[in-house]
């Protein structure tokens, strides 16, 4: 396999992953003003942990899903930039 192939696939992963993390903090939303059952703040900070930063952070501000949590408004761009400093590391 070819370096290309790798990015290929990373890109992928970052995308798919961003797309999880967004679309779990709608749906969590939802169930928020339905109250219904919850996606547990463990799996959301699990989702951006493992990539999908961006996408929980786009969402948690679009729909304004725990903004008005400290540990989360604090956490999820603290997760994003540890990422940034880790690919910035193993890229340069």
């Known amino acids: 396999m070819t370096w290309e ?4 696939y990373l890109l992928i992963y970052v995308i798919l992953i961003n797309l999880i ?13 339905k109250n219904k059952k919850r996606i547990s703040e463990k799996q959301l900070f699990f989702v951006a942990i493992i990539g999908g930063s961006v996408g929980s952070i ?6 304004r899903h725990k903004t008005q949590h400290v540990f989360f408004v604090m956490g999820m761009p603290l997760i994003l930039i540890l990422q940034l400093v880790v690919v910035y590391l193993v890229c340069f």
Not at 5 to 8: A, E, L, M, Q, T
Not at 58 to 63: K, T, V
């Open 5 to 8: 192939s790798y990015v290929d």
């Open 58 to 63: 786009m969402a948690m501000y679009l729909f």
């Open 21 to 33: 993390g967004f679309f779990q903090m709608m749906w969590d939303k939802k169930k928020a003003v």
